[in-house]
Structures are given as C-alpha cells and as structure tokens.
T-cell receptor, first 115, second 111 residues
Framework: DTGVSQDPRHKITKRGQNVTFRCDPISEHNRLYWYRQTLGQGPEFLTYFQNEAQLEKSRLLSDRFSAERPKGSFSTLEIQRTEQGDSAMYLC?????????????FGSGTRLTVV | KQEVTQIPAALSVPEGENLVLNCSFTDSAIYNLQWFRQDPGKGLTSLLLIQSSQREQTSGRLNASLDKSSGRSTLYIAASQPGDSATYLCAVSYSGSRLTFGEGTQLTVNP
C-alpha cells in the first residue's frame, strides 16, 4: 500500500458536463475525507466518511455534489452540471480512527478545470 | 466562527537561516493541530501532528509548538535548505475529524 491514490490527476470538462473522481485510501484507514482547494487558499472541507457512512457534509457541498463510499473502501465524488466556479484541486485524505493519532494522509489531488 | 490564520503569507530567506512560521486560531478548544507541506500542484505531506495535551513535536530540523491558551502554534525550521521551498499549511481539528486550514505560508529558500 503506497498511500492515498486519486484518479484522474487532471480533468478538463465543458461547463454543464458531469464529472466523477475516485479516491483509494490507505487500506486500513476507516475514515475518508474530501477537500477542495482553490489557488492561493488552504483546503476547504467538503465531506467525510467513517467506513461506508457519510457522517458530515459541508454547506459548500451543493446539491450538484455527491459522494459515496459504498463498501467502506474507495470513494467517488461526482459533480453534476459543472460550473466554472467548480474549477479547483479536489483532495482526498484518509485517517485511522485511533485514540492516539488522528494524523491524515493526503492524496496528490485531482485538478479540475471547467471551460 | 473557527478561523485559522497564518503569518506571513510569504517568506523569502537565504539558505542556512533558521526561520519561524506562525499560525493562530480563534477557538482554543482544539483536538489537535497539524502542519503540512505542499509543493506546487501537489497534494499535502504531513510534517508534524501535535495533540491538544502536548506542547511540542520535533522531527529532524522541524519543531512545532502549541500554546492552546493563546491560540498559537509555531513551526521552526532550522538551517533552511532550498529543498524546503514550499507552502506550509497549518490545520486545526476540533473534533478529531474535519480539519480547518489556514491559507498557508509560501516559503522560498534561496541558494
């Protein structure tokens, strides 16, 4: 297991199209997070899962965004009817729910450009 | 509102200097604080994690301190090298789940 994997690395799409990103966490990690980062800003929380349950969603996550983690392993983030404002880096992270260490491991991200 | 602020936004130093990056947070009831490094166009690499009960953590040339009562953390980098050039992000967790990030300090170490 080499860490958190995200696919694709880059995605260019036309406004109005749907896109889906995939995240494969570290296998023994039971928590999985999605963040969004725009240029020059720190990442902003979108949502997180503990196993297959989606426990929290940010108000940033509009109705056009949906995330799933069907078997408590990989996760997908779908954006419907993309808008130019959706252009950003989408980061996935995982962690192990452990009383002593809540350290995160981030993937390399998916950079979305909406044209 | 729980906010995290990082100062300075950008810093340029000559190689070999010791430097300090600052992070402040508005709500002192944190669970833990984490420092990350981000290279251009890449994901985040965890550097140091400080639990709320701890005062500091060290890894190699890096030392992070935490003062919950004043809402501050510092990241000290000793003997800086050009390879340290990156954006450094401070992130606070209030519940052990989601992180609230600062906007980062962009560090350039000149040879």
């Amino acid at each position: 297991d080499t860490g958190v994997s995200q696919d694709p690395r880059h995605k260019i799409t036309k406004r109005g199209q749907n896109v889906t990103f995939r995240c494969d966490p570290i296998s023994e990690h039971n928590r999985l997070y999605w963040y969004r980062q725009t240029l020059g800003q720190g990442p902003e929380f979108l949502t997180y899962f503990q196993n297959e349950a989606q426990l929290e969603k940010s108000r940033l996550l509009s109705d056009r965004f949906s995330a799933e983690r069907p078997k408590g392993s990989f996760s997908t983030l779908e954006i419907q009817r993309t808008e130019q404002g959706d252009s950003a880096m989408y980061l996935c992270a995982s962690s192990l729910l452990d009383r002593t260490n809540y350290g995160y491991t981030f993937g390399s991200g998916t950079r979305l450009t909406v044209v | 509102k729980q906010e995290v602020t990082q100062i300075p936004a950008a810093l340029s130093v000559p190689e070999g200097e010791n430097l300090v990056l600052n992070c402040s947070f508005t709500d002192s009831a944190i669970y833990n604080l984490q420092w990350f490094r981000q290279d251009p166009g890449k994901g985040l690499t965890s550097l140091l994690l400080i639990q709320s009960s701890q005062r500091e953590q060290t890894s190699g040339r890096l030392n992070a301190s935490l003062d919950k009562s004043s809402g501050r953390s510092t990241l000290y980098i000793a003997a800086s090298q050009p390879g340290d050039s990156a954006t450094y992000l401070c992130a606070v967790s209030y519940s052990g789940s989601r992180l609230t990030f600062g906007e980062g300090t962009q560090l350039t170490v000149n040879p």
